[in-house]
């Protein structure tokens, strides 16, 4: 596992790399097919780069090294600094969650059932569109696979102790 010191090196290092392409996240995105926000987690170490992605993120950023290519198909430690939650767009994202978060989940409840949605089979990305009044609007997409809680039937229980 790549300790915190390793992560934020190779993130670094990533990040120039995207600099020096002057490409966006969103054309990073069209290019491999990825969402935007994904390309980012990718470049931020919060991702793994699955083999099949490797030769369209190598077009995409041509000056990327093999080293790193191996280094981003490693299991990531996705973590977080807790300090981030001082930077203004990460304290207001998360405020929204929390304002919002007892609906969503009352109405995620009532369509579906008792259960979650995965941040793991889940999907993000940022778009940029025009309000009504003509004033630009940030939109965040979370898609994530819903999960039911399920009833814990002890003959359903797989376990090393229990009688066959």
Known sequence: MEGSQSKANISSRLQIIKQKSGKSYNQIAEETGL???YVAQLLKR???LKPETVPKLRAALPDLPEELLHEMMKPPLRSYDPNLIQEPTVYRLNEAVMHFGESI?????EEFGDGIM???DFYCSVDKV???DGKERVVVTFDGKY???TEQKSE???SRFKQQ
């Open 35 to 37: 969402t935007n926000v």
């Open 46 to 48: 919060q991702a793994q």
């Open 105 to 109: 989940k009352e109405i995620i409840n």
């Open 118 to 120: 995965s941040a793991i």
């Open 130 to 132: 025009k309000g009504l």
């Open 147 to 149: 999960l039911p809680y």
């Open 156 to 158: 359903h229980m797989v």
